[in-house]
Structures are given as C-alpha cells and as structure tokens.
C-alpha cells in the first residue's frame, strides 16, 4: 500500500534545490530544526547546466536559470543513496520528470532504498491536468508521493481533480517557485524561477486556496520569518518549505 501521509516533526523542511543532494551535517543549517530533508531534484539522464545559467536580482527578489544540472538518478543512487540512509531526517527525493512516462522507472529504482521515505515529483514543463492524474496514479508504490506545482499554475492544475488525486494515493501537493523573465545586462531575454520575500503574498493565498479544497499541502515560496511559518500553518499548511532564506540567513526562520 503506498504511503499517503507526510507527517514532519517540526513541520519544517527545506525545499528542492536549497541544501544539495543528501544531508550535510557541516552546512550552514542545524539539521535537527528541520522534521526532513529534501534532495536537488534528479532526472532519469544526466543534466549539464544551462548555457545561459544565472542569477538576476529584482525589488523583492531574484530570477535563478540553472538548467537542473545533475547526474542522473542512477549515479546519484550509487553516490549518496549511503547517506540517505544514514539521515537523522526522513529523506524526500525530488524528481524532474522529462516525459510522464519516466515516473515508473524512476520510482522501481527508489521503492527498494531504506534511506528514502518518500518523492517530490516535479512535472515535465507544459504538464496539463490530466498528467498531473496520470503521474500521480503512476507513482503507486510504498513511498509517500508528493507532486510539486508552480505557485502560478497550482490552482488550475487541480481544479476539478481533488477526489481523483487523493484516491490514487496522493500524499500531498508541494508548491515550487513561479516562474518569470528579466533582461539580463547583455539586453537578452532570460527565464528562470522566481524566490524572495516578495513571493510569499501569492504562497500564501494560494496554499489557502487548495487547502480549502481538501488537498495536503507543503507550503513553500517567499517565506523569511517564524511568522510567516506560523501563518501558513495556521491556513492549514500540513509543512513549509524554506528556499533562499536558508542560503541568506536561516537563523530569520529556524
């Protein structure tokens, strides 16, 4: 039977892409304020970084275009597959699906780690609701199975989806970063994931909005103060995320 509960202590992780690949116990984050820890998002193949990776500031916050770099989920199997079972954290792996179809694969060579309690899915990009069905009905297995949404497709994505999400083992719906465009200094046109603090008005509301849905959500977006934890939870946020926060000043938050 698969997993369909995600139940931190604290309710507190950091998000997909913050703190590496496996728990470091020498980062800048005390791992025991965190109820789990969530991996850099892997794909099936090997991704080198984008040709035009980079990082642009905006009021509020910053643009970050990195292209998902990593080893492909096999190496990183073999590479820290080890820590993960030796994490003082339950370890949530986040996965960057390429084609709806590579959710099975990736999930028969996860189900069998003992260090590995659960996914974080990340849909192939243009994802329409009826993937977001099929990769969660796909997904059945002895892992928790969290999909996660852009903050500014999350609502539509799931409309008139809840019941059936929630009966193919659905665990929860994790909300990843918006995404956007600025003009870098060479005039050209970059797209990338929003994070900063001005985020957080839209995490908020919309974490509100599928809560009242019924939907497990791990909220995450903007979030630089143990207020901004508490208020989240207090709409009904099962966690919260924690993105840059962590690489500025955790100690804002933890």
């Known amino acids: 039977m698969p997993k369909t509960d995600v ?31 969530v991996t850099n998002s892997l794909s099936l193949r090997p991704r080198r970084p984008a040709s035009s990776a980079g990082c642009l500031a905006f009021a509020g916050g910053f643009l970050l275009h990195t292209g998902y770099p990593n080893p492909g989920l096999i190496r990183a199997l073999r590479q820290w597959a080890p820590a993960w079972e030796r994490s003082p954290l339950p370890v949530l792996v986040s996965l960057l699906l390429q084609d709806v179809s590579e959710v099975v694969p ?10 590995v309690s659960g996914v974080e899915i990340n849909l192939p990009s243009g994802a329409k609701p009826s993937d977001l069905l ?5 997904a059945f297995s002895e892992l928790a199975v969290v999909v996660r949404l852009p903050l500014d497709r999350a609502e539509r994505m799931v409309q ?5 999400l929630l009966e193919a083992g659905l665990a929860a719906i994790s909300l990843g970063p918006p995404r956007g465009a600025l003009v870098n200094p060479q005039g050209r046109l970059v797209h990338g994931r929003l994070y900063g603090p001005a985020i957080y008005p839209q995490n908020l509301s919309v974490t509100h909005a599928l809560v009242s849905t019924g939907l497990p959500v791990i ?8 207020a901004q934890v508490a208020e989240l939870l207090a709409v009904g946020a099962s966690a919260v995320q924690l993105d840059a926060v962590l690489w500025r000043n955790p100690g804002l938050v933890l």
Do not use: C, K, W
Request: proline content about 8%; aromatic content about 6%; charged content about 10%.
């Open 7 to 37: 139940v931190y202590s604290p309710p507190v992780l950091n998000a997909a892409g913050m703190l590496g690949f496996a728990p470091g116990t020498h980062g800048p984050v005390d791992l025991h304020r965190l109820g789990g820890f």
């Open 219 to 226: 909220s995450a977006g903007g979030v630089y103060s143990q």
């Open 106 to 115: 990736m999930l028969e060579a996860l189900e069998t780690n003992p260090g």
């Open 134 to 138: 099929a990769v969660t009905r796909a």
């Open 160 to 164: 008139g989806i809840v019941n059936d």
